[in-house]
């Protein structure tokens, strides 16, 4: 079935370094691949997106990138600052028919910036 | 605020018991997605509706149900209620297209004692 694996599951990094978190999915058919930043008690909130038909994405201090061949996409996030703690969340979507949708998520990292 | 409500933001039951969740999508938006998320756990997809019809199921019990009404808010009906089914339940809701982005509402907290 389909399956979304996400690593690594915490990650520590001092503040102003780069922290990357790497995905890999199960089904050659995903198109669409959101990443979702939670903090504690709150609402996933999309962060950035990436289509099949794009390799990169870069928005400010934040870029996405695909490997569609090897079924694994990666968020990375540099110049790291204390609210950059949080959970992250990679996805995959498909579309199942017409105006379906399916988000099959990782299991998350728990990301924490050091002062 | 995403434009997304949930009612109510938290619920304390009794096992065996029945509960109903509420959703109200972004207006404009015609799919309902819900979720759910234990301690510690990643968003497990539960059920999408889309413009009132349900369009894909996820690993969702069959003690649990959902619906679309005609004016596009959702309800999650999760009966027999067991001590395994105290989560966050999300709802996120999208516009037409299957490649846009969900747009989370703030969870109900489900307690069961």
């Known amino acids: 079935g389909e399956n979304v694996e996400q690593h690594p599951s915490t990650l520590s990094v001092q503040e102003g370094d780069s922290a990357v978190i790497k995905c890999t999915y199960s089904?050659?058919?995903?198109?669409?691949f959101p990443w979702y930043k939670q903090e504690l008690g709150k609402r996933p909130q999309l962060i950035i997106d990436?289509?099949?038909?794009?390799g990169e994405k870069k928005d400010q201090r934040i870029a996405v990138t695909l490997n569609k061949t090897a079924k694994h996409f990666s968020l990375h996030i540099t110049e790291t600052q204390p609210e950059d703690s949080a959970v992250y969340f990679c996805?995959?979507?498909?579309?199942?028919?017409?105006?379906?949708?399916?988000?099959?998520f990782g299991q998350g990292t728990r990301l924490t910036i050091n002062p | 605020d995403s434009g997304v409500t949930q009612t109510p933001k938290h619920l304390i039951t009794a096992t065996g018991q029945r509960v109903t969740l509420r959703c109200s999508p972004r207006?404009?938006?015609?799919?309902v997605y819900w979720y759910q998320q234990s301690l510690d756990q990643g968003l497990q997809f539960l059920i999408h509706?889309?413009?009132?019809?349900?369009?894909a199921k996820g690993n969702i019990l069959e003690r649990f149900s959902a619906q679309q009404f005609p004016d596009l808010h959702s309800e999650l009906n999760l009966s027999s209620l067991e001590l395994g089914d105290s989560a966050l339940y999300f709802c996120?809701?999208?516009?037409?297209?299957?490649?846009?982005?969900?747009?989370f509402g703030p969870g109900t907290r489900l307690t069961v004692l």
């Open positions: 996120a809701s999208s516009e037409l297209s299957s490649y846009n982005e969900q747009f």
């Open positions: 089904d050659s058919a995903s198109n669409y």
């Open positions: 990436i289509r099949s038909n794009v």
């Open positions: 996805a995959a979507s498909w579309s199942i028919i017409q105006g379906a949708q399916k988000l099959v």
């Open positions: 207006s404009g938006d015609l799919s």
């Open positions: 509706y889309y413009n009132g019809e349900e369009r």
